[in-house]
């Protein structure tokens, strides 16, 4: 089936220090993968996404590519901000389908 | 122009009750998926429909009935109430066709039962 795994546990630190989240993926196919972040008291927006393999998707900062060598589409962002502080999820939905299946997310708090 | 909305924002049932949560989608959008969003946890797929009809289910329960509109808004059903039904239901609306496009999230409905 289809799934996504991400790392464990909250991410702390301080502005403008270098945010990486790991996502890997299983999937059947050739799936579009997703990053979605989901500010207190709001609902999941879309952040960036990737179609294909080697395609890196990008926004506010933020990019992540699809390598599908090593299944997985890792969200960085060089520089945060105080503002970044929210929650991350990685996505995917099989080619041709969007139903999204989500990882478990990532709390992200980011000190001034 | 109106993003997704849902309502209600909370609801507080007992176990056994039903429940009716609405969600209407972006203007321009005829496919509605509903989510579930167990606390600390990733949403997971209840089920999505398109011209009124059921086109895809998750791994859920027949306690989990939905019903879409002709103006395209949907109603999801809960039925016989247990305490793991708490949760965070998100909707989310696209375009029929459009598979690569952006769902578009609701804030949510806070389910919570005792």
């Known amino acids: 089936g289809n799934s996504v795994t991400q790392m464990e546990g909250p991410v702390t630190l301080s502005e403008e220090a270098f945010l990486t989240i790991n996502c890997t993926y299983t999937?059947?196919?050739?799936?579009?993968l997703f990053w979605y972040v989901q500010y207190p008291g709001e609902g999941l927006q879309l952040l960036l996404k990737?179609?294909?393999?080697?395609d890196k998707g990008s926004n506010k900062g933020f990019e992540a590519t699809y390598r599908k060598e090593t299944t997985s589409f890792h969200l960085e962002k060089g520089s945060v901000q105080v503002s970044d502080s929210a929650v991350y999820f990685c996505a995917l939905s099989p080619y041709g389908n969007n139903r999204l299946a989500f990882g478990k997310g990532n709390q992200v708090v980011v000190i001034p | 122009d109106a993003g997704v909305t849902q309502s209600p924002t909370h609801l507080i049932k007992t176990r056994g009750q039903q429940v009716t949560l609405r969600c209407s989608p972006k203007s321009g959008h005829d496919t509605v998926s509903w989510y579930q969003q167990a606390l600390g946890q990733g949403p997971q797929f209840i089920f999505q429909y398109y011209e009124e009809e059921e086109r895809q289910r998750g791994n859920f329960p027949d306690r989990f009935s939905g019903h879409q509109f002709p103006n395209y808004s949907s109603e999801l059903n809960v039925n016989a109430l247990l305490l793991g039904d708490s949760a965070l239901y998100l909707c989310a609306s696209s375009l029929s066709g459009r598979d690569m496009e952006e769902q578009y999230f609701g804030p949510g409905t806070r389910l919570t039962v005792t």
């Open positions: 999937a059947t196919g050739y799936p579009s």
């Open positions: 990737a179609t294909k393999a080697d």
